[in-house]
């Protein structure tokens, strides 16, 4: 890994690998670096200052690994953490670093999806109370309306590999039951957890046909494409072997090395990483 400048994506847990696969189909040439706090996540229930703080840990740890730039692939950290980050915490340890987040490219284009202008968004408890997706949609679509819902068994479901399993069911069709309540005119979904597309079958098997569920991982990684060109000071200092090395602060590497082999091509061996 010395020398090597690799593109560094974190998410609490496993979501993340669901705009990994999309960033690294769009952009195989790039080195990458995940890591999933898979031992303290969820992160969807926890405070602001919990969220924050973890956060910047795992950020930390991939800048220490040689990431010039971090992709936070998890709508909670990109909601409680991301701003704190790149206005405060940046400039203690090296302003030339970036990270970015996954709302605002998602807010930019979810507009477009929709017919009659009303788009439900499910996501966690920390999410959805931060206002986030409600604020930065209304900036670029100001006639959409949006409602949302928060799901805060699904990521729990999913961490411990539950979500294909029949007992998922039950959940699924209570949160989705609930955000449709709020508006028969909603024709849109969006997935703002980027766990949830590991949920995305069953929760488009009950919903009505005409309901569109978009998931965010092709969102983010055209995003990041374009964020490239934008800015070819960052596009320059990148590696390109394309190497992809995965970590875990869970120190049973199992679970996360089945869920993401399913992921990828080639198989994935994830790696330890002790959080001091
Ligand atoms: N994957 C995350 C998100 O996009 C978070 C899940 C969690 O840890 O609660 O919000």
């Not at 998602?106 to 109370?129: F, M, P, R, S």
């Not at 320059?236 to 089945?258: A, H, P, V, Y």
Request: hydrophobic share 35%.
């Amino acid at each position: 890994m010395v020398n090597k400048q690799p593109i560094g994506i974190f998410d609490s847990g496993i979501g993340g690998l669901t705009v990994f696969r999309s960033i690294a189909n769009l952009l195989p040439q790039y080195d990458y670096v995940y890591l999933g706090d898979n031992a303290r996540a969820p992160y969807g229930n926890r405070s602001f200052n919990t969220i924050h703080q973890y956060t910047w840990e795992c950020v930390q740890e991939l800048f220490a690994m040689g990431c010039p730039l971090v992709v936070l692939a998890c709508n909670t950290a990109s909601a409680k953490a991301l701003r704190t980050i790149q206005q405060q915490d940046l400039k203690t340890v090296d302003p030339t670093k970036r990270v970015l987040g996954v709302i605002r490219p998602t807010a930019e284009v979810i507009g477009n999806y929709t017919q009659t202008k009303h788009i439900g968004v499910l996501g966690t408890k920390g999410t959805v109370q931060s206002g986030s997706y409600l604020l930065e949609i209304a900036n670029f679509f100001p006639d959409v309306t949006v409602h949302q819902q928060s799901c805060p068994l699904w990521v729990p479901l999913i961490e411990n590999a539950e979500h294909d399993k029949p007992g998922s069911d039950y959940f699924v069709k209570k949160y989705l039951d609930q955000l449709l309540e709020q508006s028969a005119d909603i024709d849109t979904i969006l997935l703002a957890c980027t766990h949830y597309p590991l949920l995305q079958k069953k929760i488009e098997a009950y919903l009505p046909a005409h309901i569109r569920v978009v998931a965010q991982g092709d969102i983010v990684a055209q995003s990041l494409v374009n964020y490239l060109q934008r800015h070819p000071e960052m596009e320059s200092k990148l590696s390109k072997t394309g190497e992809k090395r995965f970590f875990t602060t869970s120190d049973d590497t199992t679970d996360f090395d089945n869920l993401a082999t399913s992921f990828f091509t080639e198989p994935v061996k994830s790696s330890f990483l002790h959080l001091k």
